[in-house]
């Protein structure tokens, strides 16, 4: 078994969460202007990332764009993980590949705690990826107390890209954004992301 394996009731029923789904998370989280970078590769790739339309290109040209410009707003005092081996308890089903990790950490060469955020990437249905992206969470919660720097909360999301929807892993409750982000919004999801590096 792995993260891939987990769907909402698995994860749910396996690690006794509960599921809060009825809130707006990050209403009062202001937006945060993207860089001319930013601007000019989302111009350029929006289109062809759709035209594909494979979790992929998805993946390539617009997650790993929005995820390295959060990088680059704090920074670089962030770790980014794409495609990376995420391996913390397999007898729990807690191991495999994360699509992209966010670590509070400025070490590249391996996954550091506190890791803080953690992204799934799904070609159409998001709702396909919450199971598999909370299996993920409730990893890097385990990966954060054995490295002995637990936080309270673990933040993730499941995106196609162009639309992104935020989670939040908190003891054993996980709250799901009931608002969806859209890459026009790409302002207030970069405000999102920026804000989970400010707290805790």
């Known amino acids: 078994m792995a993260y891939s394996d987990f769907t909402l009731t698995?994860?749910?029923d396996t690690f006794n969460l509960k599921i809060d789904e009825k809130r707006n998370?990050?209403?009062d989280i202001s937006g945060v202007e993207s860089s001319a970078i930013l601007k000019t590769l989302l111009e350029e790739y929006i289109q062809l990332a759709t035209a594909i339309n494979t979790e992929k290109a998805r993946s390539e040209l617009l997650i790993a764009q929005i995820l390295t410009e959060t990088r680059r707003q704090l920074q670089y005092?962030?770790?980014f993980f794409s495609g990376?081996?995420?391996n913390v308890d397999s007898s729990q089903g807690l191991n495999g590949f994360c699509d992209f990790l966010l670590c509070a950490s400025e070490e590249q060469f391996e996954i550091e705690a506190p890791v803080i955020t953690v992204i799934e990437a799904k070609n159409e249905s998001l709702k396909s990826g919450i199971g598999q992206?909370?299996?993920t969470m409730e990893g890097a919660k385990i990966f954060n107390q054995k490295a002995q720097r637990e936080i309270q909360k673990i933040y993730g999301a499941v995106t196609s890209g162009t639309n992104w929807r935020f989670l939040v892993l908190e003891?054993?409750?996980v709250f799901i954004d009931n608002r969806e982000y859209y890459i026009s919004e790409v302002e207030n999801i970069l405000g999102?992301?920026?804000h989970f590096f400010q707290t805790d």
Do not use: P
Request: aromatic residues 10%.
């Open 10 to 12: 698995k994860v749910r």
């Open 25 to 27: 998370l990050f209403s």
């Open 77 to 79: 005092k962030i770790s």
């Open 84 to 86: 990376t081996e995420f």
């Open 133 to 135: 992206c909370i299996a």
């Open 171 to 173: 003891g054993n409750i």
């Open 192 to 194: 999102i992301l920026l």
